[in-house]
């Protein structure tokens, strides 16, 4: 069954500081991975996407990182603000079920200042 | 250009009663989904459409949910007779299906509250 968790499940940082966010999945075949970031009373909107042979891809001060050999990713935000606070959710498409998603709990942020 | 939008943003309403979810996807966008979002199973897939006609509904949770989409430009999902264990955020998304790498747009979701 495909799963994906993510931890930790909240983390609270003051403004300014830097935090990391895991996703690790067992989804296979793998086709691609995406972060969304979720406002609270929003839907969640795209991050950003990595296919299996990316390592590394940044928006703005987010940083998304894959190791498809061992099943992990990592959101890398820097110099948090404020609007940072939110919910982010790791989601991975198989190759088998095309725009099909499997959701990771998400990792609830909230920043502080 | 406009977002998915979705309709109501907010409903209460009684057990029992019967309740409708409206959807409006992003134009072109030939990939509609229903998703279900509650803190215990964070978001679940219900149901999802390809040129509307439904492809998979496993997800729908039984017999009381029922999902249509009768041209590209609308959908509705429809609970019926409401219970209090369907309190959750609905969201309706839409995507292009140009290969793998296109993401799935996500409305503002509607907040049913069943008393």
């Known amino acids: 069954k495909n799963q994906v968790e993510q931890s930790p499940q909240s983390l609270i940082i003051l403004e300014g500081k830097n935090c990391t966010l895991q996703?690790?999945?067992?989804?296979?075949?793998?086709?691609?991975l995406r972060w969304y970031k979720q406002d609270t009373g929003r839907g969640p909107v795209s991050l950003t996407i990595m296919t299996f042979s990316e390592n590394t891809k940044s928006n703005g001060r987010y940083t998304a990182t894959l190791d498809a050999d061992t099943k992990q990713s990592s959101l890398h935000i820097t110099a948090s603000q404020l609007s940072d606070s939110a919910s982010y959710i790791c989601?991975?498409?198989?190759?088998?079920?095309?725009?099909?998603?499997?959701f990771g709990g998400g990792t609830r942020l909230m920043v502080k200042p | 250009d406009a977002g998915v939008i979705q309709s109501p943003r907010h409903e209460v309403t009684e057990m029992g009663q019967e309740v409708t979810l409206r959807c409006k996807p992003i134009?072109?966008?030939?990939?509609l989904f229903w998703y279900r979002q509650t803190m215990m199973r964070g978001l679940e897939l219900l149901i999802y459409?390809?040129?509307?006609?439904?492809?998979?509904d496993s997800g729908m949770p039984e017999d009381r949910f029922s999902a249509k989409m009768p041209n590209a430009s609308f959908s509705t999902l429809k609970i019926q007779p409401s219970e209090p264990r369907d309190s959750a955020v609905y969201f309706c998304?839409?995507?292009?299906?140009?290969?793998?790498?296109?993401?799935?747009?996500f409305g503002d979701g509607t907040r049913l509250s069943i008393l």
């Open positions: 996703c690790n999945y067992t989804v296979s075949p793998f086709s691609n």
């Open positions: 134009s072109g966008h030939d990939y």
């Open positions: 998304a839409s995507s292009i299906n140009r290969g793998k790498g296109q993401p799935q747009h």
């Open positions: 459409f390809n040129n509307n006609v439904p492809i998979d």
């Open positions: 989601v991975v498409s198989d190759n088998n079920a095309g725009n099909m998603l499997t």
